[in-house]
């Protein structure tokens, strides 16, 4: 399925709001910072940039909830430097 740029970016944000609130209970947050046609670049904030499981919350969280809203994105990169 193949999604205009706004249509992309409104469900990936939708996907950042539904993994927001576990972030927010941990002191951490995410922001959007770029979408390309395959891939999403993300910002972890707060507690989240020193957390030890930082890498397995962007994977199985934040990628899978990604995905979910929008199939033809590949990978998330954190921009701090995390690759997925």
Known sequence: ??????????????????????????GGNISLVE??????????????????????TLKNGVEATIKKYAPQIKRVIEVNGIDF
């Open 1 to 26: 399925m193949y999604m205009s740029t706004e249509e992309l970016k409104i469900n990936i944000e939708k996907a950042l709001e539904e993994i927001r609130p576990f972030l927010e209970a941990d």
């Open 35 to 56: 979408i390309t046609p395959d891939s999403v670049s993300v910002q972890l904030e707060g507690a989240c940039l020193g957390c030890s499981v930082n890498q397995l």
